[in-house]
């Protein structure tokens, strides 16, 4: 089978136009059709939900990357259930991990400031951000979390799986209300 140059696509798809050549490029199509790659929406559609701005790859924006409901919901999600201090009994957490999150910003390094809706922030090195870890939670008990819920979104810990999860520096990690997330240098 032939391969063909985007310039001989081209040439095909015009040479339509053209009797001797208009069965040839009426039959080649199917042959030189190329699916489409998947792609994540890159620019938000509802309201957003999260704004992620420094030093990051993929961005809707220069150094800018916002993220509505269902751009959130098209990454890749975990889930978990366990205790937190601020709550009462094991409670059950969706959403996207950190990890996923600053993979498919292409950050590799520096610090991710992130900062609640009350302008309380942390900081956390990307380097301590490990799959298994910290998830940007949504969902609480299957249900969308409101702002009086510590929602939209919440970093949360499977705090119960392990005792490095169970400790002053992870529970002061835990922001909720996330609405912004700053890579830092």
Do not use: C
């Not at 190329?34 to 992620?52: D, F, I, K, N, R």
């Not at 910290?134 to 008990?141: M, P, S």
């Amino acid at each position: 089978m032939p391969i063909f140059t985007k310039t001989a696509k081209a040439v095909l798809i015009l040479s339509r136009s053209l009797p001797v050549a208009a069965g040839l490029a009426l039959a080649v199509p199917a042959v030189l059709a190329e699916p489409a790659p998947p792609s994540a929406p890159t620019a938000p559609a509802g309201q957003v939900m999260l704004t992620v701005t420094g030093r990051i790859a993929g961005s809707d924006g220069p150094g800018v990357a916002r993220f509505d409901a269902a751009m959130l919901a098209a990454l890749p999600r975990r889930s978990f259930a366990t205790s937190t201090i601020w709550t009462e009994g094991v409670q059950s957490f969706s959403g996207v991990e950190l990890r996923s999150l600053i993979d498919h910003l292409g950050v590799t390094g520096g610090t991710l400031k992130i900062t609640a809706v009350n302008d309380y922030s942390v900081q956390i090195p990307v380097s301590e951000v490990v799959a298994g870890g910290a998830l940007l939670a949504d969902l609480r008990d299957g249900k969308p979390m409101k702002v009086r819920d510590k929602g939209p979104l919440w970093l949360v810990y499977p705090y119960d799986s392990a005792p490095e999860f169970r400790n002053e520096i992870v529970y002061s990690r835990s922001v909720w209300q996330v609405d912004r997330i700053e890579v830092l240098p």
